[in-house]
DNA sequence: CAACGTTGTTTCAACGTTGTAAACAGGGCT
DNA sequence: AGCCCTGTTTACAACGTTGAAACAACGTTG
């Protein structure tokens, strides 16, 4: 094991809590005592042990992030940013995947006990908002990017209804009459996909249009690439909303290697503003919600949930959002 | 803080480190004991406080992954499957990003200390083989997809002078003549840059073709797409290897939209097999590196040196990888 | 029946840290 | 000299866990 404050406390020749006062700034330590003990320090190249100091103080440093998968571009680039807002309040963060599985959700909500992470980030797909109420751990919690009506945790999101109305209204805008929806799913009651549904409905019935809803099951390129490749097959539609952009760019795949054409026979919109989008052929409109804020307010939440253990009312925060059009729904395509 | 095991054992009548016992699985405890014991465990939902056992065992039971950027889709792909590998060795994982700057990763190898983590798992790019050899800490370290030359690590890679020979071999294959090399590097002295370019160039030698190297900073899209509209201004290739996959794929922005046809007027191959490759239009050809393999490689060294403290030689693993060829390089183009 | 091994359980100490409270030194005041 | 400040330093205990060693009870063996 490393140096301890035992070591530099016997090189210092000085007691074991004065170099534990010098260590963490206690004011009233005498300049040439702090003098000798920071020599000490150096020479010893002292680290603190974070194993002992949490356990005396019962923190760990550590939060975890639980999401459905890594390498989905959207939650890689969302994990950044949490990673670093959590080191300005010099945390850890550990992340873990729970592949949207319903049991795996469960785990992370009764285990991270067992990690003794002092509180969680929790993007959840299949877990429903009563279960979540029904936790008997009183860890720390901050939701993110997840609806739960009437939520038992704090949570951060962006408008969801309304981003998904605006970029149905840009489709819309276009001049396009046969706008489909894709990504609505079966099984999920409490995620965000009934949500975008709304939004898009609010807008069809608004211009007294028709709709066209596609279900998946996921939110991968595969899903879009197999729900485009079967709108296709049916009457057509002239422009898709995406309730992602991995469907959208599968989507816009399926469109392609049919022989169409993106925008001019189908203009295609997704949301998430994932960075492949702006590289793709035709460059992709969409919905980019800023990660960074959401990020930030997760984080926020979290800290004052750990520090200020009075249980006051879950907070319901909205971070804002950009509408980005590309090329995907140009209006001279 | 939760239950303990002092409280535990008052419930059961019995002293603390009898329940550690049971809870550690020790062999000789009565059965009558074990039961009251495992009754009172589960009664009180124990959990074991990491940081506690941890201070005591030496060990904390997390390892840092450090890499560039988790939102370059191969690192995220990459992560999961360290992230999968270590949670079978009951590991939490938690995630460092250098963003490539050489102080930072300056600040990880010298930092990791601060966090206790038991292990490193190390993606350099910045950084120098002295530089690690100079480290004075002894945490158990693996470095990951990089090639320095003697490490003084244990390391785990695919063979990219190989690979890189391969995916110009099948540039070539198509009867191509102008085949360029995208993404050497100038600063890079330890990098995979110098090897896929060797590579490249032991192809180009055995067919007395003319090199056509093109440098970038960073290896992004935008990277991609900045160093093929500048080779497509000069005297224009008809194949360009890009070295990693988001430069293809920027790459392809930039053929695409200067109104050149890719393969047909310019073949594209990249390498690292990103999600993002199979669904761009055209599909890009790359080589598949067994990413976990990689993963679980690096966690088996790093386990290695964690358990057995010995000081053998550092080892050197070669990870398998797949030729994958798709439309950016079909011969009808 | 004494010595011994086995099984089951406990006591003790230690991992490195920090909050509490108390001890100590020096200076200014009565 | 005795007192109370203020500033500085220290002893002690505790956080929860587990390895080492001790101990008790019991059956086996010579």
Same mark, same amino acid.
């Given at each position: 094991?490393?140096?301890?404050?035992?070591?530099?406390?016997? *090189? #210092?020749?000085?007691?074991?809590? +004065?170099?534990?006062?010098?260590?963490?700034?206690?004011? /009233?330590?005498? !300049? %040439?005592?702090?003098?000798?003990?920071?020599?000490?320090?150096?020479?010893?190249?002292?680290?603190?042990?974070?194993?002992?100091?949490?356990?005396?103080?019962?923190?760990?440093?550590?939060?975890?992030?639980?999401?459905?998968?890594?390498?989905?571009?959207?939650?890689?680039?969302?994990?950044?940013?949490?990673?670093?807002?959590?080191?300005?309040?010099?945390?850890?963060?550990?992340?873990?995947?729970?592949?949207?599985?319903?049991?795996?959700?469960?785990?992370?909500?009764?285990?991270?006990?067992?990690?003794?992470?002092?509180?969680?980030?929790?993007?959840?797909?299949?877990?429903?908002?009563?279960? *979540? #109420?029904?936790?008997?751990?009183? +860890?720390?919690?901050?939701?993110?990017?997840?609806?739960? /009506?009437?939520? !038992? %945790?704090?949570?951060?999101?962006?408008?969801?209804?309304?981003?998904a109305r605006d970029i149905t209204e840009h489709l819309i805008g276009l001049g396009r009459a046969r706008v489909a929806a894709l990504g609505a799913?079966?099984?999920?009651?409490?995620?965000?996909?009934?949500?975008r549904l709304?939004g898009y409905r609010q807008a069809m019935a608004a211009h007294g249009l028709p709709e066209i809803v596609a279900?998946?099951?996921?939110?991968?390129?595969?899903?879009?690439?197999?729900?485009m490749?079967?709108l296709l097959?049916g009457e057509r539609p002239d422009a898709v909303f995406c309730f992602?952009?991995?469907?959208a760019?599968?989507a816009?795949? #399926?469109v392609?290697?049919?022989?169409?054409?993106v925008p001019?026979d189908v203009a295609l919109a997704g949301l998430?503003?994932?960075?492949?989008?702006?590289?793709?052929?035709?460059?992709?409109t969409?919905?980019?919600?800023?990660?960074?804020?959401?990020?930030?307010?997760?984080?926020?939440?979290?800290?004052?949930?750990?520090?200020?253990?009075?249980?006051?009312?879950?907070?319901?925060?909205?971070?804002?959002?950009?509408?980005?059009?590309?090329?995907s729904t140009?209006p001279?395509?």
């Amino acid at each position: 094991m490393g140096t301890s404050l035992r070591d530099v406390a016997v *090189l #210092a020749g000085v007691s074991v809590k +004065t170099v534990s006062n010098v260590v963490n700034g206690y004011a /009233h330590v005498a !300049p %040439a005592t702090r003098a000798r003990v920071e020599e000490a320090l150096a020479r010893l190249d002292y680290r603190p042990n974070l194993s002992a100091r949490n356990l005396r103080q019962g923190r760990t440093g550590v939060i975890a992030l639980a999401l459905p998968e890594l390498d989905a571009p959207y939650f890689a680039e969302l994990s950044r940013f949490v990673i670093d807002a959590a080191a300005e309040q010099r945390w850890l963060v550990v992340i873990e995947q729970t592949d949207g599985s319903l049991e795996r959700e469960r785990q992370i909500l009764d285990g991270v006990r067992d990690h003794r992470v002092d509180g969680l980030i929790f993007s959840p797909i299949a877990i429903g908002a009563d279960e *979540l #109420a029904a936790r008997t751990d009183d +860890t720390a919690l901050v939701l993110l990017g997840e609806r739960i /009506h009437d939520g !038992p %945790a704090d949570h951060v999101a962006i408008d969801n209804v309304r981003a998904a109305r605006d970029i149905t209204e840009h489709l819309i805008g276009l001049g396009r009459a046969r706008v489909a929806a894709l990504g609505a799913q079966d099984s999920s009651i409490s995620g965000t996909a009934p949500l975008r549904l709304a939004g898009y409905r609010q807008a069809m019935a608004a211009h007294g249009l028709p709709e066209i809803v596609a279900t998946v099951e996921r939110y991968h390129r595969a899903d879009g690439f197999a729900a485009m490749t079967a709108l296709l097959e049916g009457e057509r539609p002239d422009a898709v909303f995406c309730f992602n952009d991995l469907l959208a760019l599968g989507a816009m795949r #399926a469109v392609l290697s049919s022989g169409l054409r993106v925008p001019g026979d189908v203009a295609l919109a997704g949301l998430d503003d994932i960075e492949d989008g702006r590289y793709s052929t035709p460059t992709l409109t969409t919905v980019a919600p800023d990660k960074s804020e959401l990020a930030r307010i997760a984080v926020d939440l979290l800290k004052r949930r750990i520090d200020g253990r009075a249980g006051y009312a879950p907070q319901e925060v909205r971070a804002g959002y950009r509408l980005m059009v590309r090329e995907s729904t140009a209006p001279a395509g």
